[in-house]
């Protein structure tokens, strides 16, 4: 399974940014899909997932900010990013649990990982 994170850039703060996570090699529609993040100096932490119910889990730093969506035609999970803040400003990941682990906040429960899109929010 390989997983193509696509979409960050410089946004001011109180923007929106649309980030994509392309998938080959498996169906996203099987597996739990989530994105995290890291900045520079922090742990990677949470941000949001999709089960492969398509229930939708956040972190409590983003909810009601982000949302979490998949293109199950073209395998393909979004992460719609709104209200943004420079604490937002991040290294963004995109990652899958092939195996359907119930702790779905377990970083250690994803097999595969994309590559990272950097995310900067700054006037």
């Known amino acids: 399974v390989q997983l193509q994170a696509s979409g960050g850039g410089l946004v001011q703060p109180g923007g929106s940014l649309r980030l994509s996570c392309a998938v080959s090699?498996?169906?996203?529609?099987?597996?739990?899909m989530g994105w995290f993040r890291q900045a520079p100096g922090k742990e990677r932490e949470l941000v949001a997932g999709?089960?492969?119910?398509?229930?939708?889990f956040y972190g409590d730093s983003v909810e009601g900010r982000f949302t979490i969506s998949r293109d199950s035609a073209k395998n393909t999970v979004h992460l719609q990013m709104s209200s943004l803040k420079p604490e937002d400003t991040a290294v963004y990941f995109c990652?899958?649990?092939?195996?359907?682990?119930?702790?779905?906040?377990?970083?250690?429960?994803?097999?595969?990982w994309g590559q990272g899109t950097q995310v900067t929010v700054s006037s």
């Open positions: 999709v089960r492969w119910s398509g229930s939708r």
């Open positions: 990652a899958a649990d092939i195996h359907r682990n119930v702790a779905v906040r377990t970083q250690t429960n994803y097999d595969f």
């Open positions: 090699g498996g169906t996203i529609s099987r597996y739990t």
